[in-house]
């Protein structure tokens, strides 16, 4: 079962530009997190943000978390051609057996 | 270092034939995890490991078997009994069970059955 779908699937972008992903959600939730993938290589966890929290940084990323809304959003600011990859988002499935993730933004940064 | 090592990176299979994909982490992890992933999809979640002796089904366990008889390897057989093998498997863990926390991956081992 997928809990968390992003959007939009694909987005390409010059380089310096700041690029958005968005993702929602179904159920409640404890946290929520965003990983990165480069083609062909595992997940990468960037950030976590919890339920009680509505926005964190790490470094260029930004990460906001509205729960009444079931949505949560994913800000890189100065895009770097290194960037480019697939960001999925994940939250608990409800129970322990690890994470739901969804399919997936694949963003380009065009140099 | 510490993380999380896949073994083969590529394999190819016959089909009606079994394989195993080696899982093995260093990092003193509690929790092991099975993922597939199909172009352009997510991960769908095929088996997890709480500890050592234990083992869950997750979403898509047909056709696959697990083992944790060691806490650092958590080993996957893909079976013959598995329709559409074709695809790219990622080993996770985490510290904890039940923690909802960050899980680490491994590189992924990329099966092709010919």
């Known amino acids: 079962s997928q809990q968390g779908e992003e959007d939009p699937q694909a987005l390409s972008i010059q380089e310096g530009e700041n690029a958005t992903m968005n993702c929602s959600y179904k159920?409640?939730?404890?946290?929520l997190q965003w990983y990165r993938q480069n083609s062909g290589r595992g997940l990468v966890h960037l950030i976590l943000?919890?339920?009680?929290?509505r926005e964190k940084h790490s470094g260029r990323l930004r990460v906001t978390l509205d729960t009444s809304k079931k949505s949560s959003s994913l800000l890189i600011t100065a895009s770097r051609a290194a960037d480019t990859a697939s960001y999925f988002c994940?939250?608990?499935?409800?129970?322990?057996?690890?994470?739901?993730f969804g399919k997936g933004t694949h963003l380009i940064i065009q140099p | 270092d510490g993380g999380i090592t896949q073994s083969p990176k590529y394999l190819f299979r016959k089909e009606g034939q079994n394989v195993t994909l080696s899982c093995e982490q260093n990092?003193?992890?509690?929790?092991m995890y099975w993922y597939r992933q199909d172009p352009g999809q997510g991960l769908r979640l095929i088996y997890y490991?709480?500890?050592?002796?234990?083992?869950q089904k997750g979403d898509i366990a047909e056709g696959y078997s697990v083992s944790r008889e060691k806490k650092e390897s958590f080993p996957l057989t893909v079976t013959s009994a598995q329709k559409n093998p074709t695809a790219f498997y990622l080993c996770?863990?985490?510290?904890?069970?039940?923690?909802?926390?960050?899980?680490?991956f491994g590189e992924g081992s990329r099966l092709t059955v010919l």
């Open positions: 996770a863990s985490t510290p904890i069970w039940g923690s909802a926390g960050e899980l680490f």
């Open positions: 159920t409640s939730i404890n946290n």
């Open positions: 943000i919890r339920s009680n929290e």
């Open positions: 994940a939250t608990e499935r409800g129970g322990a057996d690890g994470l739901t």
């Open positions: 990092l003193n992890h509690d929790a």
């Open positions: 490991s709480q500890i050592v002796n234990d083992f």
